[in-house]
């Protein structure tokens, strides 16, 4: 089982939030129902476009945020979860 952290109580940087992307191949970010893949693999985009879909307008770590093998979800939408959940 993964690590929780309550967002609420947590604040996490951006500098911060970018590190959580060491190690990753894949990067999802959810804003509603639009899914933004990118492959930290092959073709990492900059730093700038990374934290653009990580970080929130509170200036921290958007929530949800989930580490699942070598890919990060960053955002809720059901149907994007149950793709790259199941």
């Known amino acids: 089982m993964g690590e929780t952290v309550d967002a609420n109580k ?32 092959d073709d990492r985009p900059d730093d700038s476009v990374l934290l653009s879909h990580l970080i929130g307008p509170t200036g921290n770590l958007r929530a949800p945020t989930a580490k699942v093998g070598k890919m990060l979800i960053v955002g809720f939408n059901e149907e994007a979860y149950q793709k790259y959940l199941t």
């Open 10 to 41: 947590v604040r996490i940087a951006p500098e911060v939030a970018l590190k959580l992307l060491d190690g990753m191949e894949q990067f999802v970010a959810i804003k509603g129902k639009k899914v933004v893949e990118f492959d930290l693999k």
